[in-house]
């Protein structure tokens, strides 16, 4: 039986657990039995075919769960630890023992050891105090890892009970995959917001002149051009060599509109074809050499469409219609625009290629079928790019990094194909898309590409044969102006521009009391003092938060910074003894503070400038 304090324990913490064990509870619990051990504490047995196996020593399970925990090895780099299997317990407690300031967590995939675990140990002593959820549910389990992993950052440590590995091989791999991809994701998106974050901020500011002057795709353009029409997202994927013809024969038929996405568009005019519109979002300055070759050939009827945080030397000089689409990452834009109908403005989420980013514009045009080619999203006969295309960084054929990075994905065809996470991560987000709107068709046409979950199959010739249809496309589809209120945008950019000023003084202000502070520690005597000191900081601090210009644009340039100093503020917050509070705060402080007046010269003087440009 669960012991009562176990059940108040899990009332409050997971009413649906126990809600699932009590199911079970008053059956008798055949296949999970407990029995004394040598040394007398209880152990147990688990049926695994027609015989029972020990999940703990027979002898003395106390020693084997100690020993287990002493070949962990350094647990100092992790915050939490996941127990996959837990038994009667006896390695969690001996890991809380050792180790009293780290999380815990449990997943018990087997209900009825949950119950004997839940029957023998008991949740309201000290060791529990570190326990943070337990589970019989492996969806369950992974979403609560992924939310602390997304959320707060935590760094797990996953520790399989021996007996679980030899049970149940094929499900612990699978968990431990999908986590180990999480844990991947997020470091991932860690580098990306550290490359970018600053980026993505002071493209936003020099990009915003482009976006009053060019109208937005998603709300200016009459969608009934697009609506229930084919429209092509040409990649740069090798498969693009095979496709040529297809598309020169689309594009003098009309009978598509034909997007080139990124450096696909290089390809594209080396064999003269002229797509319906360039698109481009990259963040990055030498972003601009993926479009130099419309600007060398002097192409001015080409219509580049532009994600608003692109990089800001890409638009210069560009003499082509333009128009622009809004960056999740672009914290800018939202706050300074109106439109005459006051509807909010439309945004694309932020995504690691630039065709997710298209896809998703697509969807918003309401554009039907959706047709994908070149997009492999893996190798081909070890090549990354169609021909025509290539990089000062990188050359088209793959190198031994690549190899040593490769992973196996299955191809259109049903093959195993070889790609890499980035690739994979694409993939991934266009399957969500979708997914998420199951409605619209999409279509793969990419020979010997990765295969992507609700996109068909069928090669472009018969997309022609069987899909398309001559003077679909409408001719000047992108003229149009955009519906942003000027004058109350001049008005909110000078406000802006004020706010700036203000954070500027805030700074100032926040200095004079650490400067305070730190005096007042260097005599320390009295705790009130110093207490009534870090008061005044605080006061401070939260003034620099409030303020508009802060929050809207450097917290957003240093995302992964500000993440790190609440971790730490958490730690300040906590700690009692008020001398070392203040130490800790000082040097946090100047961390941040530096950081932060960093951010703030690099994009004030441009906030100044726009004001000027936007009047």
Request: charged share 25%; glycine share 4%.
């Amino acid at each position: 039986m669960i012991l009562i304090e176990n059940r108040n324990y899990l009332r409050f913490r997971n009413r649906s657990l126990i809600t699932r064990l009590s199911t079970l509870e008053n059956s008798p619990l055949s296949n999970a039995v407990v029995e004394p051990s040598r040394s007398g504490e209880p152990t147990l047995k688990v049926q695994v075919n027609q015989s029972f196996q020990y999940v703990h020593s027979r002898y003395n399970p106390v020693r084997e769960a100690e020993s287990l925990v002493s070949r962990m090895g350094d647990m100092e780099n992790y915050d939490h630890i996941l127990f996959i299997g837990a038994g009667l317990g006896y390695a969690v407690k001996a890991f809380a023992s050792a180790y009293p300031k780290k999380k815990i967590s449990l997943f018990e995939p087997d209900k009825e050891v949950l119950i004997q675990f839940l029957s023998y140990q008991k949740l309201d002593e000290g060791w529990a105090d570190q326990l943070t959820f337990i589970s019989d549910d492996a969806n369950e389990a992974m979403a609560q890892v992924k939310q602390r992993i997304d959320k707060n950052g935590e760094r797990f440590f996953f520790f399989v009970l021996p007996f679980y590995e030899e049970k149940y091989p094929e499900q612990i791999c699978q968990f431990l995959d999908v986590l180990k991809e999480s844990l991947i994701e997020k470091k991932e998106g860690l580098i990306t917001d550290l490359s970018f974050q600053q980026r993505w901020i002071i493209n936003a500011v020099k990009n915003f002149p482009k976006l009053i002057a060019t109208p937005n795709i998603l709300q200016d353009i009459d969608k009934t051009l697009f609506r229930a029409k084919p429209a092509i997202i040409v990649s740069a994927g090798p498969s693009l060599n095979d496709e040529f013809d297809h598309l020169r024969q689309i594009k003098q038929q009309g009978s598509a509109y034909i997007f080139a996405v990124g450096s696909a568009i290089n390809a594209l005019i080396k064999q003269d074809i002229m797509p319906d519109a360039a698109c481009t979002y990259d963040p990055k300055p030498q972003n601009y050499r993926v479009i130099q070759v419309i600007k060398d050939k002097k192409i001015k009827s080409l219509p580049l469409i532009f994600g608003s945080t692109v990089g800001f030397e890409t638009l210069a000089d560009y003499d082509g219609p333009m128009l622009h689409m809004i960056n999740s990452q672009d914290t800018v834009s939202p706050l300074l625009l109106r439109r005459a109908n006051f509807l909010p403005t439309e945004t694309v989420n932020d995504a690691p290629s630039i065709a997710v980013i298209a896809f998703q514009m697509l969807l918003k045009l309401e554009a039907d079928p959706i047709i994908l080619v070149g997009q492999n999203l893996a190798y081909l006969d070890d090549k990354f790019y169609a021909s025509g295309i290539s990089y000062e960084n990188r050359s088209e054929n793959l190198n031994e990094n690549d190899e040593k990075k490769a992973m196996n994905v299955k191809s259109v065809d049903g093959k195993d194909v070889i790609t890499n996470q980035v690739f994979n991560t694409m993939r991934k987000q266009l399957e969500m898309y979708i997914q998420l709107n199951p409605d619209r068709h999409v279509i793969n046409t990419t020979k010997g590409g990765a295969a992507i979950a609700g996109a068909a199959f069928i090669s472009l010739d018969k997309v022609i044969k069987g899909s398309l249809v001559p003077a679909t496309v409408v001719p000047n589809w992108y003229k149009s102006k955009n519906q942003y209120m000027r004058s109350m945008i001049s008005k909110k950019v000078s406000n802006l521009a004020g706010y700036g000023r203000d954070l500027s003084r805030l700074f100032e202000k926040l200095i004079k009391s650490l400067r305070h502070l730190k005096e007042a520690a260097s005599h320390y005597q009295n705790p009130v003092q110093l207490s009534n000191e870090i008061d005044k900081v605080n006061h401070d601090l939260q003034k620099v938060q409030k303020n508009a210009f802060y929050k809207s644009l450097v917290v957003p340039m240093m995302k992964v910074q500000v993440s790190n100093f609440n971790k730490k503020s958490e730690a300040i917050r906590a700690e009692r003894d008020v001398f070392n509070k203040t130490q800790m705060i000082l040097r946090e402080m100047e961390i941040f503070l530096n950081e932060c007046f960093m951010n703030y010269k690099a994009i004030y003087p441009s906030v100044e400038e726009l004001t000027d440009r936007c009047k």
